[in-house]
């Protein structure tokens, strides 16, 4: 038997998908478990997943259409049995992907934005339902193709090989962090479609820092996240004690796993690394509630504190629902509503951790 595990959304979403890997790989044991993602980090956080065999990875938005077709006609020509793509993919293109690799059994959920063509292209569809989580929606695939739940643990995996773990130590020592209280802080989000607008403001977490560094001095704060947002880490550190705010470097997301599961707490809104964080069980996980935060992405498996939107709260699906669109609303809109979260708000989740801070 041939399964292809479509994961062409976010990486977090693909770290939500882990616990379906494992159980796949349990109820077919002799089976070829391939998975197709769209970013590098995504099969960075898979690499050396027992579950699988192949991972394929292109990004198909950078890709030229004749390219992306190429690519996607190699996949095919593996003649799967099974592909099965996972929650939430809720824009009709997953579902052509899914057409085109061409399995008898084409798997999806339906979204708010589903309809007659999404039908043509898969033939199995399960609803979705916006109380319940990520991880479920995707157990809930097993039965359509004969499997059950076997295992009792669900939790996301991410394997560290002995080089990251060895990294993640030689970064904390070389720093003099090895014995001190890190709060890891992820200031970013996604750059597609509008979600960089669930940011909480730069100027916030600046104040923040400064505040922590006057008042908690024995805390060191590392910055994860790459690209653009090392502009920001600049920008925090300049406006804060340099010595103790620090950006991580990670090079690819397996070290930064390695970081997280070495963490003392971590603040975020709802990223990819809210749900990397949660992977590594890193203790005291404090989310900023932003507009797409919602039952279906909390974090898995893993103790965490929402700081409440005032404005968003109990409103989400106003702002954001499974339908292929950005986060509802002007950007105006979405800007007063991050900055309705106050940094005296985001203090309060953060003293309850300073009993480990000596």
């Known amino acids: 038997m041939k399964i292809l595990v479509i994961s062409l959304a976010g990486i977090g979403d693909t770290l939500l998908a882990t616990p379906l890997l494992a159980e796949l790989r349990v109820n077919f044991p002799t089976a070829r478990i391939d998975t197709l993602v769209l970013w590098a980090g995504s099969k960075d956080l898979l690499e050396a997943n027992p579950h699988l065999n192949t991972i394929y990875q292109k990004n198909l938005i950078r ?11 190699s996949v095919r020509a593996n003649h799967y049995d099974v592909s099965i793509n996972t929650h939430p993919q809720s ?15 084409r798997i999806s959920h339906e979204y708010d934005c589903s309809g007659w063509l999404d039908r043509l292209l898969v033939n199995r569809t399960l609803p979705q339902d916006y109380t319940r989580h990520t991880v479920e929606h995707n157990l809930d695939v097993l039965p359509l193709i004969g499997a059950t739940t076997k295992r009792t643990n669900h939790d996301m995996e991410v394997r560290l ?38 940011r909480w403001p730069l100027a916030n977490y600046i104040r923040l820092i400064q505040k922590l560094n006057h008042d908690q001095p024995a805390v060191k704060v590392l910055l994860f996240g790459g690209g653009d947002e090392l502009r920001e ?9 340099s010595k103790l705010a620090l950006s991580a470097e990670t090079k690819n997301l397996r070290q930064a796993a390695a970081l997280l599961k070495r963490c003392n707490a971590f603040l975020s809104v709802d990223t990819a690394l809210m749900h990397l964080a949660a992977a590594m069980k890193t203790p005291n996980q404090i ?14 498996g893993n103790p965490f504190t929402v700081v409440r939107n005032l404005v ?3 409103r989400q699906l106003e702002y954001y629902r499974y339908d ?8 105006e809109e979405l800007i007063r509503c991050m900055n309705s ?7 309060e989740a953060l003293k309850k951790t300073w009993g480990k801070a000596t």
């Open 63 to 73: 890709a030229s259409k004749l390219e992306a077709l190429r690519f996607l006609w």
């Open 312 to 314: 968003s709260h109990g």
């Open 161 to 198: 090989t002995a080089e990251d773990e060895r990294w993640a130590d030689d970064f904390l020592a070389g720093r003099g962090l090895k014995d001190t209280f890190c709060l890891g802080v992820h200031a970013g989000s996604g750059g597609t479609k509008n979600l960089a607008l669930k």
């Open 287 to 300: 989310v900023i509630e932003a507009p797409t935060l919602n039952p279906t992405n909390l974090p898995h």
């Open 233 to 241: 880490h600049q920008q925090i550190i300049a406006q804060t004690d």
């Open 91 to 105: 824009r009709i293109h997953y579902r052509a992907i899914s057409r085109l690799i061409g399995a008898p059994v």
């Open 341 to 347: 979260v106050t940094v005296e708000a985001v203090w």
């Open 324 to 331: 292929g669109d950005g986060i509802h609303g002007t950007d």
